[in-house]
């Protein structure tokens, strides 16, 4: 008996084709966790422009995989060939958001759930994911940290050092660096109220500039 042979007689039994009514139930289940996937999805993006086209990415992710599922688990060459053509596959976009390589693992996951055949598991997982990533993006946020670069003469830090102890609630000094006269100060802060106090910074004498950049990063 040939390797061919002994693989075939191996899952042959282990899965059964699908009919035409178990495959429309099937896509339909697929239809309706891709739907509440692009939605969870709208409701707890937080970016300052919300991107259709990777909300349509994720709903045809889940298409396809469904698809691709049914296709390779009722043929085990299939599945072999289609793992060996994924296989060499690289994607080279860098996922700037950590909260979209979620939705994608979810997209991903409830495609092959849906493919399974376990309609059972996907519509109530992702109705119970969602839930809880749309739970979660509706916490209060803190405030997001900032980043203090001062400039100017050594002997201010004294007086920068009080004027920022009193406008922020909490501070780190990440970077001091002082070259031919010159001080360099990078801050982390949390701000108590507003930046105002960036321009009592810049009037303090000896104090050259005095700038405040808000950090990229998302604080629950």
């Known amino acids: 008996m040939t390797l061919g042979e002994i693989l075939k ?3 042959s039994d282990a899965y059964s084709g699908l009919t035409f009514a178990q495959t429309v139930i099937i896509v339909l289940g697929a239809l309706m966790c891709a739907a509440m996937i692009c939605v969870s999805y709208r409701l707890t993006f937080r970016g300052a422009l919300f991107s259709r086209s990777f909300c349509a990415s994720l709903f045809t992710m889940c298409l396809i995989t469904t698809l691709l599922i049914m296709a390779v688990r009722t043929n085990v060459y299939l599945s072999l060939g289609t793992l060996g053509a994924l296989s060499v596959i690289r994607f080279r976009a860098a996922v700037k958001e ?4 979620a939705y994608m693992f979810l997209a991903v996951s409830a495609g092959v759930i849906c493919g399974s055949n376990l309609l059972g598991i996907a519509l109530p997982g992702v109705l119970f994911i969602c839930a809880v990533l749309i739970l979660i993006g509706r916490l209060p946020r803190l405030q997001a940290p ?4 001062v400039t100017g003469d050594p002997t201010a830090e004294s007086a920068v ?3 920022i102890t009193a406008a922020t609630a909490r501070r780190k000094l990440k970077s001091k660096s002082v070259m031919g006269g010159n001080m360099e100060l990078i801050f982390e802060v949390r701000l108590k109220a507003d930046d105002a106090f960036v321009a009592d910074l810049s009037k303090i004498p000896g104090i050259t500039s005095a700038s405040l950049v808000k ?3 998302e604080y629950l």
């Not at 950590?98 to 390589?101: F, I, S």
């Not at 900032?146 to 670069?149: D, E």
């Open 9 to 11: 007689t191996a899952f």
């Open 98 to 101: 950590p909260m979209d390589v």
């Open 146 to 149: 900032y980043t203090l670069l």
């Open 215 to 217: 950090s990229a990063t």
């Open 161 to 163: 050092m009080a004027c």
